[in-house]
């Protein structure tokens, strides 16, 4: 059972990620999404005299697979808070930061977070357990226009504002709590053969908007621009348009927004230099073994 909760999440694009890092063995990195510690264990693998891991997950499911390694140290935190630890660790930039943005399939798995509409239980979906708005919460409080724009915005669900409506109407007087309720409600609304789709999509915006996602990606990103060594590696897995846009827009003007400032030249002024500018993407072989990894993306980028 150990080795199981130990090995539950198998990285995608594991050496590829991590081959992109440029380890030296007395480097200074941090996987800033330790999860299941996959990448921790191979960037750990890499590392010598000197050499320092540091990794950030805000799920306490992650502790169990902490990697008894001197050279490296857990952080319980979101992702968000990378200055302010590494300034606590007295370290004040790193050779590398990897970021895996993927939902780890122990998640998924787990009846009891709340995550898949595949299981019935509580309608929860908080990474961090200890904090924070439910997805009932959410749900069950949130206006009805508030509720479609984050529909649309974080699922890109064409029929945002029907399924807002519906869901308003139906909590008048009783409160949604489970899966179970929360699919009665909204199942009608999605024709058989796009069903699953349209749900995961409901089910990602919910995510998103519970655990603050995109606020919490920006502050990152932002953080690496300061705390990236010069010929530092900043390694970005994304799985959806919005955090792919972010992370491109970071890597090629130095905000996310996308905002390009330029010199008197036409030189566009930013903090990184594109490693690769064609993404890489998993192989047959990986989107045969975990059909999750489809979507993934691989992006690059190094600090001037």
Request: hydrophobic letters at 40%.
């Amino acid at each position: 059972m150990e080795k199981d909760e130990l090995t539950y999440h198998v990285p995608v694009l594991l050496k590829e990620s991590v081959d992109a890092m440029n380890i030296r063995p007395d480097g200074t990195y941090v996987d800033v999404t330790f999860g299941g510690g996959g990448h921790s264990r191979e960037i750990l693998s890499r590392l010598g005299e000197g050499g320092q891991l540091l990794g950030f997950d805000q799920d306490e499911d992650a502790e169990r697979n902490i990697v008894n390694d001197p050279h490296f140290t857990f952080v319980r935190s979101n992702f968000r808070y990378l200055h302010n630890f590494l300034r606590y660790h007295d370290i004040e930039q790193v050779d590398a930061i990897l970021a895996d943005l993927g939902v780890s399939s122990h998640h998924f798995d787990d009846s009891e977070r709340g995550f898949s509409f595949r299981f019935d239980g509580a309608l929860d979906m908080r990474m961090n357990k200890r904090a924070g708005l439910t997805a009932a919460d959410i749900v069950n409080t949130y206006e009805e226009e508030r509720l479609a724009n984050l529909f649309y915005l974080y699922g890109e669900l064409k029929n945002s504002r029907k399924l807002a409506s519906v869901i308003a109407k139906e909590r008048n007087g009783k409160y949604i709590q489970t899966i179970g309720e929360f699919l009665d409600i909204i199942k009608p609304l999605f024709g058989r053969e796009r069903e699953k789709k349209e749900l995961a999509k409901v089910f990602q915006a919910l995510r998103i908007e519970v655990n603050q996602e995109m606020e919490a990606l920006k502050e990152m990103l932002l953080a690496t621009t300061e705390v990236l060594k010069p010929g530092g590696r900043l390694v970005v897995i994304t799985y959806h348009s919005l955090e792919d846009r972010m992370v491109k827009n970071i890597m090629k003007t130095g905000n996310v927004e996308g905002k390009a400032e330029v010199d008197f030249f036409g030189n566009v002024q930013t903090p990184f230099r594109l490693i690769n500018n064609k993404v890489i993407v998993p192989n047959e072989a990986e989107i045969e073994r975990n059909p999750r990894s489809r979507s993934a993306k691989l992006r690059i980028a190094e600090k001037k």
